[in-house]
């Protein structure tokens, strides 16, 4: 039975902590589905991923190719999870069900504690999956340091 952990975003982008959390998802041996709303956003953050560092690459591949089962992280927008993989990180209000938490290792919603719309989404997930009795915690990097706030 997995776990569903939120990332509460405020001091730094989506662009910089999503490949920290990748390269950790990675180190464990998982592979990684990443699912946003827009795939204008997806090919942004494939960009972003491909210009990475050299000695933090991370391979990668969007959705919709014919090497998708193949990809260690595969971008989408859809519930492909082609790459079978061990854990899903939603960006952007994508969606997650109790059904797919129970599933996997583990699922990681990221949002952007500086949108308030993205914050009432986050507690409106958090209340749904808890509710459903996935096992969730609440991270945030309000202090400068991520923080376990809360469990459930």
């Given at each position: 039975?997995?776990?569903?952990?939120?990332?509460?975003?405020?001091?730094?982008?989506?662009e910089?902590?999503?490949?920290v959390?990748?390269?950790?998802?990675r180190q464990?041996?998982?592979?990684?589905?990443?699912r946003?709303?827009?795939?204008a956003?997806?090919?942004?953050?494939?960009e972003?991923?491909?210009?990475?560092?050299?000695?933090?690459?991370?391979?990668?591949?969007?959705?919709?190719?014919p090497h998708?089962?193949?990809?260690?992280?595969?971008?989408?927008?859809?519930?492909?999870?082609?790459?079978?993989?061990?854990?899903?990180?939603?960006?952007?209000?994508?969606?997650?069900?109790?059904?797919?938490?129970?599933?996997?290792?583990?699922?990681?919603?990221?949002?952007?504690?500086?949108?308030?719309q993205?914050?009432?989404?986050?507690?409106?997930?958090?209340k749904?999956?808890?509710g459903?009795?996935?096992?969730?915690?609440?991270?945030?990097?309000?202090?400068?340091?991520?923080?376990?706030?809360?469990?459930?």
């Open positions: 039975m997995g776990a569903v952990y939120f990332y509460h975003l405020t001091r730094q982008p989506l910089y902590t999503l490949p959390l990748l390269d950790k998802a464990a041996g998982w592979k990684i589905v990443v946003g709303t827009d795939p956003r997806m090919d942004w953050l494939d972003k991923l491909w210009l990475g560092p050299d000695d933090g690459f991370l391979p990668h591949g969007l959705a919709g190719g998708d089962a193949a990809q260690p992280i595969l971008l989408t927008t859809g519930p492909d999870v082609s790459n079978d993989p061990a854990c899903v990180m939603a960006v952007d209000g994508a969606q997650v069900g109790p059904d797919e938490v129970n599933a996997l290792e583990r699922v990681c919603i990221l949002f952007d504690g500086n949108d308030e993205a914050v009432q989404h986050a507690r409106g997930q958090w749904a999956l808890t459903a009795g996935c096992s969730a915690q609440y991270w945030s990097e309000e202090a400068g340091r991520w923080e376990k706030k809360a469990e459930a």
